[in-house]
Structures are given as C-alpha cells and as structure tokens.
C-alpha cells in the first residue's frame, strides 16, 4: 500500500486546493463543495453500517446536532465559528454514546429502529424549543467567501477520509471491528468486547458529521428543523453508501459523487418534481439491494479481482 | 382538571386500539421473517387512500369497503414478499442488514410516489358513523365516546381474534407458528416457507392497509402520514418485545394512554419525545419488551 | 502451585425445566489433558459455554486459577487466559487467515508490527502458513478446524478448551491434530477437551470425565472409565467408536 497510498492522497490533494484557482463561477464551486459534503456524510455513514452491520437511520440527526450547536453557539454565545463546529462535533458524539448504550449491546433491528425514532424526537425538540427557533429556524452571521468553505469543507472530509482510513485499515482497531461484524461470538472469544467496540465506532462516526453539519450551517447561514433535520439527510446518505458500495471508504465516496451531482442536475432542471427524487432513491437503493448487493465499488472490484485471478491462471 | 381523566382513559382505550390494528400484522411478519418493515406505515397511508378514492367514487360506506382493501393489499404483499426472500436468503454476508435496508428504501419509494399522486394536502374518509357518539355524565365527569372510534375499537378485537384463531386453530397458523420458532426445522417437517411467508406477508400488509381506511375515518390522512405510524408500529413491537403477539394489545393501549394523557394534560407536540423517552427506558431496562418475550 | 487452573463446583445450567448441566463438580491441575465425554446431548457443550463465560450458570461456581470467574463475560475471560474453540467453527469468513490470528494475538501483542510476527509463528506452528493470505471463507474444513485451534492459541492461553477439533477429520488428520495438542500441553498449556473419537481420548487424556444427560457420572484414568459400567450403560445404543 504505502507509496501508492500516498501519492494518491498527494494528487487529491493538490487538486484539491487549485480548484478555486481554476472554477470562478460560484455555482459550480457550490455544487463541488456539496458534493463534497455528501461524500463526508455517506463516509461516516458507512463506517458503522459498513464496518460493524449496524444501520444508523438517525444519521441526519448528527447532522442536525452539530448544525444546531454550532448555531446557537455561534448566535447567542458569540463564539467563534471553529469552536463552536468542534463543539457541535462533541455533542454529536455525546448523543451517539447516549443512544448507543443501550440498543448497540442488542440486534441491528432494535438499533436500526431507535436510531430512526431518535432522529424523529430531535426534531420535534428542535420545533418546539425556543433557543432553536422552533419551526422558524435560525439565522447565522453571514460569511459570504464561497473560497473559504470549499476550503474547510473539502479540508474536514479529507481529514476524515484519511483517519477513517488510517484507523479502518491500518490501524489493528480495523481488525477488531471487522471480526465483530463477520462473528461476534467468535470475536467474544478472542477476548473482544462488542459493545464497547461498536460505541466507539458509533461516536467515531457521529463527530464528524456534527463537525459537518456545523460547517453546512455557517455556510448556508440559514437553517430549519424541516431542511437539517429532515428525512433526507439520512435517506441521501444511506442511498449514496449503500449504491457504492457497503463496507469500503471508496465506495460511499462514488456513490456520494454520482448522487450528487445527479441531484444537482436534477433539482437545477426539474424543479417542479422534486418528489421523483424521493422515488428515484427508494427505487435505487432497493433495486441495488436485491441485484448488486455488493454496491457498484464492490461489484466492479470483483470482477476486477476476478479477471486478475484468472489472467495469473492463465500464466502458469 | 381531574373530571377529564374519565375521559383520558376511554380515550386512551380507543386510541390504543386502533394501535394494535397498526401493529399487530407488522409484529406477526417480524417473528416470521425476522425482517422489519420500514414500510408499515406506507401501507397504512396507502390503504388510507384507497379508501379514500374508493368512497369517493362508489360513495359506500368506507366500512364496507375493508374486505376489498384487504384483499387488494393481501395481493400487493404476496407480490412483494418474494423480493424480501430473495434478499433475505441472499449469500451476501449479512442478509438481515440488506433486508433492512431494502424495506427502507421501499419505504421512500412508496412515499415518493403517493407524493406525487396525491399531492401533499390532507382528507379524511366521510363515514356516517362519525356523526354519531354515546355521551355518559356522573355528577360533575363527561365521557363522550364517538361512535366511529367505537367501531375502531370492535374492529380491533376482531382482528385481534381472528389472529388467534388462524394461528391456533387452522394448518396453516401452525406452519407459522413452527416457522416463527425454527425455520429450518420447520422447513424440514414440510413447511413451505416460501409460501407460508407470503401469505403471512400478505395478511400483514392486508391488515395495515385497512388500518389506514380506518385512520382514514378518524383522524386526517396524507401523503406524508406514513412515518409517524411507522415509528408508533415500531413503538408497540418493541414494547410488546419483537415478535411476540400477546404483548401487542397491552402495548397499544399504554401507548394510547400516552397520547391521550398529553393530549389532554400537556401538548401534542411533546408526544413524539414522550414516545422516544419511553422507547428508549425499555431498551435500556428490558429489551424484549414489557413482558420479557421478545425475540 | 496451590490452586487447580479450573475448579468447577456443582454447576447446573437450566433452560427452562430442562437441566442440560446438573450439579457438575471437577478440577483440572496445571499441566493436564483432561477429556470431556458423553453421549449426545449429555450437556457438554453447554458446560464448555458456562466456563468460558457464554452462559450464566443457573447455579454453582466457576474458578480459575483460584479466582472466582462466574458469570464474567467471555472477552474478559479470553484475557485472562481462558482460550475456547468452537464446535461450530466461528471464522471471520472475509478476513484472511492471518488476519483470523491477528485478532486473537493483539490481545496479547497490541503493536501490528509484533501481532503479525506473533501470528505468522501460530500459523508456523498450527500448520496453516502456506494458506496465511487466503480469504478464511475459502478453508476447507480441516483447515477450518485448524484455524480455530491457531486462533485460540494465539491468546497465550494458560487453558484451552477444545471442543471437537477432530470431528470431520481423517485418520491422517486426526493424527495431525492429537500431535498438535501434545505440543501445546508441552509448551505448559492446560487443555480440556470433548471428543467423541475414544481412540483420540485413550491416547490423549490423563484423565476423563464423563457427562450423561447433564450429570457427571464417571471420572478417572481413561481406562477406569472404560471399564466402568455406568459408562458403558451409557454409550449403549450409541456406537462407540473404539
């Protein structure tokens, strides 16, 4: 791995910081940017549904968490907008270790369910408290540098993809939680605590996306219970991991690619029926279940293997 | 304050059976199939507008129109569920987790589509029952009990019964039955799961839709009904411990109470919180439901 | 020396009204082979669940090393040295061989650099290092059995409880197998093992003991306990295969 692993995060890096130089027009390095934040959400997404077969079906609402701290943090306490994204990454990985505790210890089902309900619960929190603005919403201090959040954005999700990587497939922690998900009793045996392991998992999933769902809201600088801590945050995710491919970094990162730029094209031409995307996802996402169980990545990296496989026969 | 809780309970009665209606198929398909449905409340929203256009059209009483929605639906499931066995006996590593997955985006799918159908406005099915309620005073305590509801109630107790009676006393509620219990024991002893999961699958997504006809008559149906109900299904499952169909009535009823009781003492809007904090005390405190049954 | 490494005090495990363990008592010593046996369904699978912590017994006391171990989980017992294979074989299907190991020895080993040395030694040993970088899922059962022992062995275990490692094996195999247990007892690890080959378990026990429907009913040498008439009992209308 190693040379080729670094000279690719070389190369993704230098394309990474000219391409302000190179794309002038705000709408495209808009549309760049949030693709890139999709890439960020789909990635941790996956790392728990991927790496340990637990479902997160509340991932909007770490989203939201975060968006929602940095916001208040940000309005009513005057801090200063990197402080109060960390913060809003900290009480995303709080609510992850207060959900998880109990639901992680049993099946992906019970999980699966309560996440989804908790989703639900913040967001009528954040309907009818007054320090989120109940169904109005919040408004942030305008910062109108397109530049800087490319930057911070694309910065954060690099970041990220580069730990996530480092602890998920270098690091011997990646070994533990992929044993716990091929065999958790077998993994008991070899003296692995699957609870505990999925919790950290858990929060190591829901602290950058609160950190995320931070940068979103300064960037945006407007956010509502309907829009951050929707449905569709979590649905976007699932479809772009689940589409790309379940269990790798790389296949949530195409998906989230693919998907988003679809919806760019999709909302910018076909405004008018916004409700064929939902149909357009569900569709996707159950069609990629029950014929490329193993995502687009994963099928696609098969048959890549496979033909490797079979010209190495060949040979001898 | 205190002459309304006469009238929190009864309410809280008959809301809670419309939940067991809401719940029961769904807790019958999970100990089956070992699936859960992110869909239940897509059925129920469907039924509901069925229902609706059905009684608009025909003008029938939306009563009288169950036994076609039932079938239709008990259709719709028997076409459905071989796509959830196929990816349930997939040889992909985790089966269950690409069965969650799959109900989940059938879920937004029917959304997406009944969105686009039938718009984002509410309706409610007119039924001549709803005009009509017994109204009860002792002393200084009201208790109105519309009739509709009353309706709601009985249709509950007759699911509820005619549950029982197919599960204990026909062959075919014993094939489910030792489905539920050992699926490949039960396979061996010449059980069809295939089809015995289909007619289950049927009979649930018949009984949900229904339901939403029924929901349809007491409350406002929309497009976007769907994931309440979902989350209140999910609610009685897990109280009742998952799959364990004695524990739905009780679990209905007690999360009827919750609602009734915010409704009238707090705010409806705290109701989805209180569902949350209960749901999350009994994972934490006894995840196989009140009565320890759970699967 | 002192304390036995396993003391088990009249452990019953009850499902229910059916007692599948009833009231067991024994001690394995430092050093020891010691043969689990007994028709099907006498209970000891169960009993190697309630020892390495799978199970709570219904009642009855388990210590190791002297210490009261009853109804610790089994990751705190594979730290202290209780290492288990299983009947069932429990691979990590998508993770290479060496990857299998590698979770077993970070326990003791927790840098990567020693856990894959340590791990390319129990395959060494274990006999599975030309098959290290294959996909465990491609194993054939022999192979399967033998990762299970490598990976129980990569714990450093002080007692190792091998539950049919022989079944499915040929003669060749079986062999292979009996010569790898005596290694291991060699290098100071205690091992207590249920198998239904009687040749593996006269040749390789210092003691046995013997379960029928969850009670202990026999212990002693390997050939006291073939003469014994209870055992014999026993195994009739089973076929005993010695």
Redesign the interface.
Known sequence: MGRKFYASISVVVLLFLVVPLVVHDTFYLRVITEAIMWIGLAVTWDVLAGYTGYLNFGHGAFFGIGAYTTAILMVHKGWPFFAASIAGGAMAGLGALIAGIPTLRLRGAYFAIATWALARAIQQLALILDITGGPDGMRLPPFLQPGFFFYVMGGTVLIIFIVFWYLFEVHPFGLKVKAIRENEDGAMAMGLNPARIKIKVFIISAVPTGIIGGIYAYWITYIDPSSTLGDLVTDQAVVMAVFGGLGTLIGPAIGALIISTFKTYFWAYLSDYQVLYLIILGGLIALSVVFMPDGLWGTVYGKIQNARLAGSKEKR | MLQLLPQAIVDGILIGGIYITVAIGFSLAYGVMHVIDFAVGEWIMLGAFMGFYLNRWLGLEPILLFPVIFLSFFVVGLWIQPLIHRVLSGRRGNPVLMGLVFTFGLALMIRGIALTVFGFYSHSIPSSLAQGSLFFQVGPIFVTIPLIRLTGLGYAVLVTMGLYYILHRTDFGLAVRALAQHKEAAGLMGVNARRTGGHVYGLYTGISATTGALIGCIFSISAQMGPDYTIFAFFVVVLAGMGYLPGVPWAAFLLGFVQSFFLIYLSPSYTMLAVFAALYLILLISPKGIFGKGV | MGHPVLNVQSVTMAFGGLRAVDDVSFDVKPGEIVGLIGPNGAGKTTLFNVI???LKPTQGRIFFHGDDITGK???DL??IGI??T?QIV??????SVL??V???V??KH?S?KN?EANAHAVLEFTGLLDKAHMPASSLTLPGRKRLEIA??LA?EPSLLLLDEVMAGLNPTEVKETTGLIQQVRDRGVTVLLIEHNMRVIMSLSHRVIVLNYGEKIAEGSPKEVAENPLVIKAYLGEEMAV
């Open positions: 390495s912590g799978y989980p089994p990751y594979a730290k290492g288990r299983f429990k691979p990590f299907a998508g993770l990857e299998n590698m979770v077993a970070l326990l927790p990567k856990a990976k129980a714990l």
